[in-house]
């Protein structure tokens, strides 16, 4: 968000935010002072209006997106270290990273 020439969103595309993201065209974070974390719906816990269970959604997706990265950045250690490649080059990094990964799971 803060590189000079902003983040390029497509129109039919979403990044999902944290709650530190403000609600703007392509940007969906969570809905503040509604219930959030998955411990919070545990047992029978179950979501009681459409803003819980959006963040429930919302919240089960990121900690699957943080478990898809964590495992790349376990077999791929080039992705756990500080990035001193250019930005261009660290996209294509953790793509190739994916496709390797796939395919060995294949």
């Known amino acids: 968000m803060s590189r000079p020439d902003?983040?390029?969103i497509?129109?039919?595309k979403f990044y999902l935010g944290d709650a530190?993201?403000?609600c703007r065209s392509g940007i969906l974070p969570p809905f503040r002072k509604i219930r959030y974390h998955l411990n919070e719906f545990s047992g029978r816990n179950y979501p009681r209006t459409a803003q819980e269970l959006f963040n429930?959604?919302?919240s089960s997706l990121r900690v699957t997106v943080e478990m898809a990265f964590g495992a790349l950045k376990n077999r791929?250690?080039?992705l756990d270290?500080?990035?001193f490649h250019p930005y261009s080059t660290q996209v294509q990094l953790v793509l190739a990273c994916c496709i390797l990964h796939n395919w060995i799971l294949q």
């Open 6 to 8: 902003g983040i390029n």
């Open 10 to 12: 497509p129109d039919d």
């Open 20 to 22: 530190g993201y403000a």
């Open 56 to 58: 429930l959604r919302h």
């Open 76 to 78: 791929f250690k080039i």
């Open 81 to 83: 270290q500080k990035p």
